[in-house]
């Protein structure tokens, strides 16, 4: 397994960027799959985003497509979740997972890794 490490969450006003990131230990990243899912207040947790080990391949939610933007650096092992005119609805706790494979899947059963979480929460 990897160890993640969750950044950049906090509280922002609608219509303004914020830049998550999450650093790896243990297992190489550049192994594996990333993605992010999110978790708002009294719902299920939902897939945001992930990236190939390669970063060939891109696979993004419906709902954060054309403002959010998913990439990695495989040298400091870290990915990136840049989000762009963040509305209230993308409040929630942003986790990163990994998962060995280039499969660029929405599966959260599918990543065998997780980081803690940061919150990102957008007041209108």
Request: glycine letters at 10%.
């Amino acid at each position: 397994q990897v160890q993640l490490v969750e950044s950049g969450g906090g509280l922002v006003q609608a219509g303004d960027s914020l830049r998550l990131s999450c650093t790896a230990s243990g297992r190489t990243l550049s192994r594996g799959t990333m993605a992010w899912f999110r978790q708002a207040p009294g719902n299920e947790r939902e897939f945001v985003a992930a990236i190939s080990p390669s970063g060939g391949s891109l696979n993004y939610a419906d709902s954060v497509k054309g403002r959010f933007t998913i990439s990695r650096d495989n040298a400091k092992n870290t990915v990136y979740l840049q989000m762009s005119t963040l509305k209230p609805e993308d409040t929630a706790i942003y986790y990163c997972a990994a998962r060995v494979g280039a499969a660029v899947t929405d599966n959260q059963v599918r990543y065998d890794s997780w980081g803690q979480g940061t919150q990102v929460t957008v007041s209108s």
